[in-house]
């Protein structure tokens, strides 16, 4: 790591399935520093799953709750912060997480992506048929991608998250 690290927070962004939560944990653990998920700690303030509150409330209350819990982690100190992956695509909220902390952008290929969303349940942007879940990551990376590569890092997550929190340290 080089003596420049100074930073208080490191913000993991990139879309969903890239591996943020696990890259988040093991990152935290080699710093020595606490780990938050921003969907984690959303659903647990409003005692329903990101899922639910997509239902119930609709997702522009979920945004609103997102931008509101950034404002939040700004003030932490010794943090690893995996964000949701739509939280950086807004310009003003790409800009606070840019200052506020070392901004890693975690790139994954569409197709690992693919795999990854199609076994998990709690995504509420993703509830296509299996046969339009690749089109749709595919067409929504595109349009994010431009806010996601503002990262101050960039680091390819497809195989091993070991590895990718050794690259990210290197980095540092
Ligand atoms: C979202 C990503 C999810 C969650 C919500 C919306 C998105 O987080 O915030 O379902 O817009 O990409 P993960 O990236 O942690 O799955």
Redesign the pocket.
């Known amino acids: 790591m080089e003596n420049g690290f100074s930073a208080d927070r490191v913000y993991l962004i990139g879309?969903?399935?890239s591996g943020?939560?696990t890259v988040g944990k093991l990152l935290a653990e080699q710093l020595g520093w606490n780990f938050l998920d921003t969907?984690e700690a959303i659903s647990e303030l409003q005692g329903k799953s990101?899922s639910t509150i997509f239902e119930e409330d609709g997702e522009e209350r979920f945004r609103a709750l997102?931008k509101a819990f950034l404002s939040f982690t700004t003030e932490l100190r010794r943090q690893v912060i995996?964000t949701?992956?739509?939280?950086p695509t807004t310009p003003e909220n790409l800009s606070t997480i840019l200052n506020s902390g070392i901004t890693i952008f975690l790139d994954c290929d569409s197709d690992t992506l693919g795999k990854r969303i199609s076994e998990s349940i709690d995504?509420?942007?993703h509830q296509q048929p299996t046969n339009q879940l690749q089109a749709s990551i595919e067409s929504n990376l595109k349009s994010r991608m431009s806010f996601y590569i503002e990262a101050h890092i960039t680091v390819e997550n497809s195989s091993s998250p070991d590895l990718t929190v050794q690259r990210i340290i290197d980095k540092l």
């Open positions: 879309y969903m399935g943020k939560s969907d990101i997102e995996a949701g992956g739509g939280m995504r509420p942007l």
